[in-house]
């Protein structure tokens, strides 16, 4: 096995990623037949960020596979000491798996970040996800994306279990109602102060609390069948009109439809 650096001499990176990967190896470099992908594979003893990781392939594919629709792939392994647990692993990684779900795997991305994880056991990982269809579909894809990444990432065989909990409100919900209910309790004080009265200020606040009905809309039918009546009423009338100049021809021999539509066109609008 080589360093990292002694692979790629020819690569050049910032001082800051590279000195993550100084005390790397590289164990295999592979590509696929139709050249589309290539491969990276990296054993270290340290954790190195997904950040990290994904920057170095995109040098790699400028500096060193440069070819054309080609992509880097880095498959991180990583020989840690044994202070890191499953638990530590999670603790001090997390950031990463959620940047890196979020570049790959998006609805899991969603599934994960709004919800909560904890070991029950040093090799059991509970996770509770916010219940819907999200969840639903996907736990099991989340719960297996763990498995492997403790096992040949990190050499740790883990159990994954998920729990569905009551989806709750938007944060932005939650903090509506909280000064909703700080405005409500300063009405009531001040009522109180006014009255004398819990009760009748009880009463105020309950009127406060309570919407506005919304305005009711008339049923799309019952519009679109006024709009036909409408347009029935103003058609008639154009109709008796129209008659109504052809009488008045009839009774002048020698006028035209010209002159006679000029003459009764008031009568038309």
């Known amino acids: 096995m ?7 001499k020819t690569l050049r990176l910032p001082e800051e990623l590279g000195s993550y990967l100084a005390d790397t190896e590289v164990t295999r470099v592979s ?5 589309t992908l290539a491969r990276v594979y990296l054993k270290s003893d340290r954790l190195i960020g997904k950040p990290v990781i994904y920057k170095t392939e995109d040098a790699l594919k400028k500096q060193v596979f440069r070819m054309k629709n080609m992509d880097v792939r880095i498959i991180d392994r990583y020989h840690l000491s044994k202070q890191y647990t499953p638990v530590t692993i999670m603790e001090v990684y997390y950031d990463s798996i959620l940047f890196e779900l979020e570049k790959y795997w ?4 969603n599934l994960l970040k709004n919800s909560s994880w904890e070991f029950e056991e040093e090799d059991r990982l509970v996770l509770e996800l916010e219940d819907g269809f999200l969840a639903r579909t996907y736990a099991d894809s989340l719960a297996d994306y763990f498995h492997k990444v403790f096992l040949n990432r990190f ?9 569905y ?16 209910n700080l405005r409500v309790k300063q009405i009531q004080q001040k009522m109180e102060a006014a009255t004398g009265s819990p009760a009748a200020a009880a009463a105020a606040v309950r009127k406060i609390r309570k919407k506005p009905q919304a305005k009711k809309r008339p049923h799309r039918q019952l519009q679109r069948r006024q709009a036909l009546y409408r347009a029935k009423a103003l058609a008639d009338r154009k109709t008796e009109a129209f008659q109504e100049m052809i009488n008045f021809i009839k009774n002048r021999p020698t006028m035209t439809f010209y002159t006679a539509g000029i003459l009764m066109k008031n009568r038309c609008r």
């Open 2 to 8: 080589y360093k990292f650096f002694e692979v790629f």
């Open 106 to 109: 998006t609805l899991e991305y």
């Open 31 to 35: 590509k696929t037949s139709t050249n």
């Open 165 to 180: 909990k009551t989806k709750n409100g938007s944060h932005y919900q939650k903090e509506n109602e909280h000064k909703l």
């Open 155 to 163: 050499g740790f065989e883990i159990d994954v279990v998920y729990r």
